[in-house]
């Protein structure tokens, strides 16, 4: 035996459905399809919007060459300033060497071997620690 099918109820509660669509994209331009629609609302808006992401092209490629100029800009000044720690230490080097050497003549042998030892032994200490700093 089978039931008779039911009679719709008036005062019941109607089901609603909802659906909704989400579209998107990226890049600095929206879809051609979307072009067309802004320049049928507003006329010449297809026009501005590309204008506006040639000129925002345009501004990040500025930016772009003004950080590569200062990154070699730095690059540069680094090199120069490890240049002159070089000539620097190879003067005080030099200098140390030569007064060494002057004391030892005089007579000064341990005066000669503290200026020598200590100045060469300071110097590679730094020049090798600086280099080890340097590389990591």
């Known amino acids: 035996m089978s039931k008779p099918p039911r009679k719709p109820n ?54 772009e060459l003004a950080s590569l100029a ?25 200098t140390a060497l030569a007064t060494s050497a002057l004391a030892l003549v005089l007579g000064y042998e341990q005066a000669a071997v503290v200026i020598g030892g200590t100045t060469v032994v300071g110097l590679v200490a730094v020049f090798v620690v600086g280099r080890f700093k340097g590389s990591s």
């Open 70 to 94: 200062a990154s070699q800009e730095e690059a540069r000044r680094r090199h120069i300033e490890a240049r002159h720690g070089q000539i620097y230490g190879l003067c005080i080097g030099l």
């Open 10 to 63: 008036p005062s019941a509660p109607l089901a609603a459905t909802h659906s909704q669509v989400t579209a998107t994209f990226s890049g600095p331009l929206p879809l051609p399809e979307t072009l067309e629609r802004y320049n049928r609302i507003v006329p010449g808006a297809a026009e501005r919007i590309l204008a506006m992401a040639e000129a925002d092209a345009k501004h990040l490629q500025a930016l």
